[in-house]
């Protein structure tokens, strides 16, 4: 009896492989989410910083002798500045040295000083003590991501520029604030300048553009697919080629938005249209497939329903099974709207991969985007731009995961279950 209850040699192999699948299926995962934390960790681990920005304390007298003439913003903003810390570093005289100097704070407190004496002429003839930017060199200093114990000529600073920074810390006049400009300007050669709010809203006019154009397109291509086209050979032909173009890598269809879009109609280049016109062209068979799959999950008895009580076919769809399967099509078109937000190669074959200081103010405004901004920065050769690159990457991030999970929520929200 007991040997019929014993597994025999070959059961006991099978037991075995199931184990070893099993432990195999779970240090994958285990593995996987390894990856992923160790991602995520070195993305913030270099990002936090730029959330932070490095200011330096002057005392500014904004004598006349830097006012000539009636018209404000030709004064000598800059010598306001040089001048300021002349009187902070009376001891330092030679003109190389002074260059040094200067050169600790960055080139926006000349118009910090032009904007402050624009809104309040009164300033003039006054001193005050003022917080301005400190140059990018100063910023990863402070931030510790500069050593200052390596020598001197493989830094950026030199050991006189590190000795004034000393005498600024101790004396107070050093203080890590809140990086607004981060977020309030756009992109700029010096690294303390530069800001996301440019590619922001170039993201943001793209995906209008894109959402404006796939959504309705999408969902109206899906209805007569699915409710309305009949099966034929040319329907069978349409179909594989939709599922074919959401295979197609998204760089061709940045070739075809350069010689359609740009080629032959002349629509100007690196512009929120013309990026939104070629996402849409990608993101369309994404939005048809799952607006199909969506209207295959209405029962057949919904539609049979609607017919029986005299409803037509365009009835029947319109009043009954589109209604069942928007929420479907929604989680698809907000799945491809956040791929679309991340691509970057179709954008570059329109020449979105320009240096743009401005923020656009229209779909037809030259612009950027967050991905294609992120790849400028980490192009470029200053430490500062570094943590941007990486604080770039997590505000990218944030935006996905948002537009997941909202896909999520509207799915279990609204989705009905037969």
Do not use: C
């Not at 059961?11 to 492989?17: C, D, G, H, M």
């Not at 934390?37 to 932070?52: H, N």
């Not at 005289?93 to 926006?108: E, T």
């Amino acid at each position: 009896m007991n040997n019929l209850l014993e597994p025999t040699p070959k059961l006991r192999k099978r037991y075995r492989a199931e184990t070893l699948f099993k432990r195999l299926g779970l240090s994958a995962i285990v593995l996987s989410l390894s990856f992923i934390f160790f991602l995520f960790y070195t993305i913030i681990s270099d990002g936090y910083s730029a959330f932070t920005q490095t200011y330096v304390e002057i005392e500014v007298s904004f004598n006349q002798d830097f006012f000539s003439g009636a018209n404000i913003s030709n004064a000598n903003f800059p010598g306001l500045v040089k001048d300021s810390m002349k009187k902070m570093f009376p001891e330092v005289k030679g003109r190389d040295d002074k260059k040094l100097l200067y050169s600790l704070i960055s080139r926006a407190a000349a118009f910090t000083l032009q904007n402050m004496v624009e809104k309040n002429p009164k300033l003039i003839g006054t001193t005050k003590t003022i917080w301005v930017l400190a140059d990018d060199d100063v910023d990863m200093l402070i931030k510790g991501k500069l050593d200052p114990s390596v020598a001197e000529t493989n830094r950026r600073l030199k050991d006189k520029q590190l000795v004034w920074i000393d005498i600024l810390r101790e004396a107070g006049k050093l203080e890590k604030r809140f990086n607004k400009t981060f977020f309030t300007s756009g992109d700029s050669r010096e690294p303390e300048l530069a800001g996301i709010y440019g590619a922001a809203k170039g993201s943001l006019l793209t995906l209008l553009i894109t959402l404006s154009l796939s959504f309705p397109i999408g969902v109206a291509a899906a209805v007569y697919l699915e409710e309305f086209a009949p099966a034929n050979r040319w329907t069978d032909i349409i179909e594989v080629n939709i599922n074919n173009l959401a295979a197609v890598p998204s760089i061709i269809f940045g070739l075809l938005g350069l010689a359609i879009f740009i080629n032959f109609f002349g629509l100007p280049r690196s512009t929120p249209i013309v990026g939104g016109l070629v996402l849409s062209l990608m993101t369309l068979p994404t939005i048809i497939i799952a607006g199909r799959a969506s209207l295959k999950s209405v029962p057949p008895s919904i539609r049979e329903a609607a017919l029986g009580i005299g409803a037509s076919k365009l009835q029947t769809v319109t009043h009954h099974v589109l209604p069942l399967a928007l929420p479907g099509m929604l989680t698809g078109t907000i799945i491809g709207m956040a791929q679309a937000l991340g691509e970057t190669a179709p954008l570059l074959m329109i020449g979105m991969v320009a240096f743009i200081v401005d923020v656009p103010g229209s779909i037809t405004d030259p612009s950027a985007v967050l991905p294609v901004q992120i790849y400028l920065w980490a192009d470029s050769p200053e430490r500062a731009f570094s943590e941007k690159t990486s604080a770039a990457i997590m505000i990218l991030l944030a935006f996905l995961i948002a537009m997941n999970s909202f896909a999520v929520f509207l799915r279990k929200k609204f989705e009905t279950k037969w």
